[in-house]
């Protein structure tokens, strides 16, 4: 069974600095999708960023961005320029054929 | 975009009731939903995943007989609790694939339903 780990269960970034949440998984698949989301205090999910296992090349989003190392079975989120909004919880996901699978979360603080 | 809608929100009920949460894709058709249970300060856990036309598929350790799933359209699938007890109090998200869209686009989340059973 695939599983995803967020060894982080709480980071704390400067506003306006740079922080990276960190995630590894464990997969035998080759064709995997790979997801960041966001839940606020709101409970409300959001998608982040999404990466594509067969890209080699790390997504971008804004201020957001992976760090895809396919080898590795890492997948790391880089926020840029950290916002007072950006204080949630990031939840790391992996997803083949049609169930996805979420890490334990990382509770990220932003100080003003 | 794709949107999930998610009712009730909050809903307390009395120990031995039964109660349904309802999960509808507003503006797409979705064969598959998830239910997705979250204990506080801990991540999503799949509970099972919601076939449109035919039995759900549970997760390891997810009683099928005290989580009744429906999914009897292409726009809704229900979730419910059935003679509740406080260990089943907890926070229950739904998810959905939009179809139209390409596998990478992940899933829309329902805003969740926080049950508290007395």
């Known amino acids: 069974a695939q599983t995803v780990t967020q060894s982080q269960p709480e980071m704390s970034v400067q506003e306006a600095e740079t922080v990276t949440l960190s995630c590894t998984y464990d997969?035998?698949?080759?064709?995997?999708?790979l997801f960041w989301y966001k839940q606020p205090p709101s409970r409300q999910m959001i998608l982040v960023i999404r990466?594509?296992?067969?890209?080699?090349q790390n997504a971008t989003e804004n201020r957001f961005s992976v760090n895809f190392q396919k080898a590795a079975k890492s997948f790391s989120l880089k926020i840029s320029d950290s916002q007072l909004g950006d204080a949630a919880m990031y939840f790391c996901?992996?997803?083949?054929?049609?169930?996805?699978?979420f890490g334990a979360g990382t509770r990220l603080t932003v100080k003003p | 975009g794709a949107v999930v809608s998610q009712h009730p929100s909050r809903v307390i009920c009395k120990s031995g009731t039964s109660v349904k949460i309802e999960c509808r894709s507003l503006?797409?058709?979705?064969?598959?939903m998830f239910w997705y249970r979250q204990f506080p300060k801990q991540s999503l856990m799949l509970m099972a995943t919601?076939?449109?036309?035919?039995?759900?598929?549970?997760e390891q350790g997810v009683e099928k007989d005290k989580f009744l799933i429906n999914h009897a359209s292409l726009t809704l699938s229900t979730l419910t609790v059935t003679s509740a007890h406080p260990e089943d109090s907890s926070f229950y998200i739904c998810?959905?694939?939009?179809?139209?869209?390409?596998?990478?686009?992940?899933?829309?989340f329902g805003s969740g339903t926080r049950l508290t059973v007395v």
């Open positions: 998810s959905a694939r939009d179809q139209r869209r390409g596998p990478n686009y992940g899933y829309t």
């Open positions: 997969t035998s698949e080759s064709d995997y999708y």
């Open positions: 990466q594509e296992a067969y890209k080699q």
């Open positions: 996901a992996y997803r083949s054929a049609d169930d996805m699978r």
């Open positions: 503006d797409f058709q979705a064969t598959t």
């Open positions: 919601s076939n449109e036309g035919s039995k759900a598929t549970y």
